[in-house]
């Protein structure tokens, strides 16, 4: 099983906001932290991998490992393509999918995008998918068809997404379905396919296929009957270790028993390596711009190679998940502070640190007293963020002026805070950051108590109760995607860290971080990090307000409006007998869950 840590520190936070770093491109980012480093073991085919990355393209600006911006990797891509073309290999540049909603980068923009599409396209990506995030909204998949499709012109591939055509309401493919390309150096035959998991929470202008129906279609039987082909590339933004990556396994390798076969893959926000076969592997590459994945082949057969020896030894596979910082960068490429930037990656820093001052990103809206995290400790606790937003956010702040004093049900689904908070300015970024959707309150009313506990312990029983019966998909959940990755009791329960302040110039001392245990070993993270715990937490949290006693007879059941669909089936299991969509309605009119976040941190948290 694959195994979720990741890191950060708080390191003299207020000095780095004023003192511009010496090393890294964005003004307000801490420095790299040096650390002891793995190498990467080049081979004739070599990729570097996001996925996930939700907006974070000027990096963390609160964690050092994290520290650099997508003008560093532009960079970073360009010198690892030199390098490996000066020793005659080759090197694709991938990502797949979740590119949009998370940051303030994407969402604070109107439209939501306009300065991250155009950051993005400065990176060269040899080959690009959408995830789940590019489809809830009919604008946001209009912007990938019209913006993003465009600006990656054959490279973006949609094997299993249709969209209906904005002006001809057709439907069409987002994206081409598959691509076969030669590659530059070794002359490598590779057919690439880019699919999306069996996802269904997408707008209705949008359609996604199941990739068990997808893998029957006559283009896809014929594209994996080609012989002519050295490699199959599988990119989606799909679970590596999931039953649409299995299913697709299993049919290419019916058809090509031999043939090498490279996965990528994203959704659960893990760093994650799969072995389906040993000549077919699949890496997922974390999230959030945290982690840049890092695959080489090696004695792949190619029509140069063949010749030489009819018994080539089988295809050497490798991994390594790359902490998204210019230490890490430079150590890698072999470069320094002055050989390893390239003009348009500092161009593109540059475009990145006028967007985030164009979109007020830095305004400070108070300063968070201390750490609140998201799975580092025990949920509930003082520390815990869904402690935090429940008994004092919620129930500060949660009310709607005709109810008032009415006991109240209030049910949020964990999944809608994306991340920890650290102690100090809590910015117009955090607020992104923290809980990028726009979605508002609804209620019921006159819910019998038992019935609404009942609604909630349904939901926590999701997706076991409530997934959308789809045999051989991947599930869903309400919780943090980065939970999928777990089996349903296990609690990764590492002796505590102490937060000691690291000094910058020790390396020896190791920083907690990332230690992924996955199908290859323990030795994937480029950087050796002390190992994070991680607690689970329940799908939504829950706090009655407004009790006058422990058991009200009746409440208002308030839910976030992200989960009625859940709630609908819910009330039916607890034998709720009411229409829920029909019933319910809409509670503090025009108050997202974001904005009352943000209202409450003005007026607590003063700095
Ligand atoms: C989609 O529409 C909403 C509501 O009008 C708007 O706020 C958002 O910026 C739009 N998104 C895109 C990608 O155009
Ligand atoms: C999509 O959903 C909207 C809102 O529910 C509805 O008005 C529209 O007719 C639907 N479109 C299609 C193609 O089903
Ligand atoms: C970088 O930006 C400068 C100034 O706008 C421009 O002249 C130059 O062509 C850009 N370089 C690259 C490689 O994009
Ligand atoms: C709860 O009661 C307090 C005190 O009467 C009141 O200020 C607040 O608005 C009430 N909240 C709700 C949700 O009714
Ligand atoms: C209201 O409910 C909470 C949570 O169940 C409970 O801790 C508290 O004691 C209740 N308040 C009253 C006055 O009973």
């Known amino acids: 099983m694959p195994q979720y840590h990741h890191h950060r520190k708080d390191m003299m936070l207020f000095l780095l906001w004023l003192l511009p770093s010496a090393l890294a491109a964005q003004p307000s980012a801490p420095d790299p932290i040096s650390a002891p480093l ?8 070599n990729f570097l991998h996001t996925t996930d990355t939700h907006g974070w393209l000027a990096g963390h600006l609160q964690e050092p490992s994290y520290s650099a911006d997508w003008g560093d990797y532009i960079s970073f891509a360009t010198r690892m393509r030199e390098k490996a073309e000066a020793q005659g290999q080759d090197l694709l540049v991938i990502d797949t999918g979740d590119r949009v909603e998370g940051n303030g980068l994407y969402d604070s923009s109107e439209p939501k995008g306009v300065y991250l599409s155009d950051i993005l396209r400065h990176q060269h990506i040899d080959l690009l998918t959408s995830g789940n995030h590019e489809l809830y909204k009919k604008n946001t998949s209009e912007a990938e068809f019209f913006t993003t499709v465009p600006n990656f012109r054959g490279n973006y591939l949609a094997s299993n997404i249709d969209i209906i055509h904005p002006t001809t309401k057709e439907l069409v493919p987002l994206a081409p379905r598959y691509k076969k390309f030669t590659t530059k150096k070794q002359g490598i035959r590779v057919v690439a396919f880019g699919f999306l998991f069996d996802f269904t929470g997408n707008w209705n202008n949008t359609v996604v296929q199941k990739v068990s129906s997808t893998i029957k279609e006559d283009w896809f039987q014929e594209a994996i009957r080609d012989k002519e082909v050295d490699l199959f590339l599988v990119i989606g933004h799909v679970p590596v270790h999931s039953p649409e990556y299995q299913a697709i396994f299993k049919e290419i390798r019916g058809i090509r028993w031999d043939t090498p076969i490279h996965f990528f893959g994203g959704h659960q926000h893990i760093r994650d390596y799969a ?27 190619t029509p140069k190679s063949t ?5 080539v030894a089988s295809p050497v596979f490798k991994r390594r998940y790359i902490d998204q910082n210019l230490f890490s960068y430079y150590h890698h490429t072999g470069l320094d502070e002055k050989s390893f930037p390239t003009e348009k990656g500092q161009n593109v820093s540059r475009l990145i640190a006028k967007a985030r001052t164009d979109l007020h990103l830095d305004q400070v809206h108070g300063c968070a007293p201390h750490e609140l995290w998201m799975s580092r400790v025990k949920y509930p606790s003082p520390s815990s963020l869904y402690t935090w937003l429940e008994t004092q956010v919620l129930a500060d702040s949660l009310k709607d002026e005709r109810r008032v004093n009415v006991p109240t049900l209030a049910v949020v689904n964990t999944g809608a805070l994306r991340f920890d908070i650290f102690p100090g300015p809590f910015t117009q970024d955090s607020t992104f950051i923290l809980s990028p959707f726009t979605s508002g309150f609804r209620y019921l009313k006159n819910v019998p108590f038992d019935k609404a506990q009942l ?14 019966s789809q045999e051989g998909s991947s599930p869903t ?30 390396s020896r001392k190791l920083v907690p971080g990332y230690t992924t245990e996955d199908d290859a070993g323990k030795d994937g993270d480029d950087t050796v990090h002390e190992p994070i715990s991680f607690y689970r937490v329940p799908n939504c949290l829950q706090v009655l307000l407004n009790n006058s006693t422990e058991t009200p007879e009746t409440v208002d059941l308030v839910y976030i409006d992200f989960i009625e669909k859940y709630v609908v089936q819910a009330a039916k299991i607890a034998g709720l007998d009411i229409d829920v969509a029909k019933e319910s309605d809409v509670y503090m009119p025009q108050m997202s869950l974001t904005n009352l976040i943000l209202d409450w941190v003005k007026k607590n948290w003063k700095c």
Request: aromatic share 8%; proline share 7%; net charge negative.
């Open 455 to 468: 609604i909630v312990e349904v939901l926590n029983k999701q997706p076991q109760v409530l997934q959308a």
């Open 275 to 301: 072995r389906y076969d040993s000549k077919a592997f699949g890496l997922a590459s974390g999230r959030f711009m945290e982690t840049v994945g890092f695959a080489s082949i090696d004695g792949l057969n």
């Open 38 to 45: 793995r190498s990467l073991d080049f081979g004739q085919l």
């Open 477 to 506: 959940t309400l919780a943090p995607p980065e939970q999928l990755a777990y089996p349903e009791d296990v609690v990764v329960d590492k002796e505590p860290v102490a937060f000691d302040q690291t000094p910058l110039s020790d």
């Open 307 to 311: 010749h030489l020896s009819s018994a």
